[in-house]
């Protein structure tokens, strides 16, 4: 799985964010956030799982929280701006942002979606999100990777 190069890489490279590569092991089946914390050494609060929903208008946000978190889908609606909010289904994930489920960045999908990160990252230097593809995760200074997005930060997860 080393040196697979990105999309993700590609953007962050080309926009001068620095980053750090993070691979892990994806053979024993397990690419829940948390273990994928576990696998590259990270703090589960340190490790950011990117979900994307779909309002009551049919409009798509991207949610970025912690790896042991849940959205928060009240917070989310709230903070969207829309009536109500849920997870789209598993199958329109890759026509939608160009992301399998397990792979899926806010960096770089196929349409721009309004994006939210959860508060919480502000604590950090860096946190880590997925790469673009199952296996591959990129630390990256969350302020950075806010403007870059451009994303806005929230109170969404619980």
Not at 120 to 143: F, H, R, W
């Amino acid at each position: 799985m080393k040196n697979l190069r990105t999309n993700v890489f590609r953007l962050l490279e080309a926009a001068g964010i620095p980053f750090e590569e993070k691979y892990y092991d994806v053979a024993d089946g397990r690419i829940d956030a948390v273990s994928i914390a576990e696998k590259i050494g990270e703090s589960p609060e340190q490790v950011f799982k990117t979900l994307v929903t779909y309002s009551n208008k049919k409009e798509h946000f991207v949610f970025v929280v912690p790896a042991a978190a849940e959205l928060d889908l009240k917070k989310a609606a709230a903070v969207a701006g829309v009536k109500s909010i849920e997870m789209i289904p598993a199958k329109t994930l890759l026509p939608t942002t160009g992301y399998v489920h397990g792979g899926c960045s806010p960096v770089g999908m196929k349409k721009f979606f309004p994006t939210f990160i959860d508060e919480t990252a502000q604590l950090y230097d860096y946190i880590c999100v997925s790469a673009g593809a199952i296996g591959t995760n990129v630390a990256v200074d969350p302020e950075k990777l806010c403007r870059f997005l451009p994303a806005q930060y929230a109170d969404i997860a619980k």
